[in-house]
């Protein structure tokens, strides 16, 4: 958690033709810069060297730069998201990555979303999902044997869309979890503390330093996470939750 540099992309005005489940309204722009600028902002408070790239208009859901790469203070691994509008955000980001890591790595085959990844202190958990497949997966456990890490591959609930929509670590022996995912069996040795339904998408929180961020009106998945003695802090998430985004999503972290 002790993290000390993030890399975020400004959102594009396209970001309003976001990818969602469902054919709802997407958010307005605006109000996107508005969120993403409040998390940056966060970031900076809280101790980080913040970089902002700049935005791609011709990927809407370029803002969520956690999906084409995964960062370690080991190095970089290049990813392979899974839905056809994405995947040239990989190309994108790469010489990024290049520039800041001497290690970056890429996978041989198959498709994987980083929010399908939880990095827990003992190990990297792939959740298998639309976007990341058993291929995929496979490459993913081989690339992180090079930087030192064991991978192991787990399930992302149906009609969920990244694992990490539904999971995110609170300290290092504790992950937040949907019901969908209270599996002592899923988490080996972490223990769960279950985000109740009506505040679902609260589980998508993130650890920075000695903070939890957590998603904006959800008093209960608050309480739980202080009654353990961890600071939180809420940010807004409305608009981004209207493309099926959350916290995670919207940095890289090491
Ligand atoms: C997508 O469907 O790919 C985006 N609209 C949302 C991605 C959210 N990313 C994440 O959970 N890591």
Partial sequence: FDFTNALLRKPATSVTDGLRDGDHDGPAYDDVAREHAAYAGALRELGLEVEVLPPLESFPDSIFVEDPALVFGEGAILLNPGAPTRAGEVAEIAPE??????????LAEGHVDGGDILTTPDEVLIGLSARTDADGAKALIAALAVLGLSGRVVTTPPGVLHFKTGCGLIDEETVAVIAELDDQEMFGSLRRVV???NEAAAANLLRVRGTVLIGEGFPKA??????LGVKTQ????????????????????W
């Fill in 97 to 106: 990555l290049e520039r800041r890591f001497e290690r970056v790595l890429t």
């Fill in 222 to 227: 608050r309480e739980l996470v202080e009654a």
């Fill in 234 to 253: 809420a940010l807004p998430v409305s608009e981004i939750g209207k493309i099926d985004a959350g916290l995670s999503c919207m940095s890289l972290r």
């Fill in 195 to 197: 985000i109740p339904a």
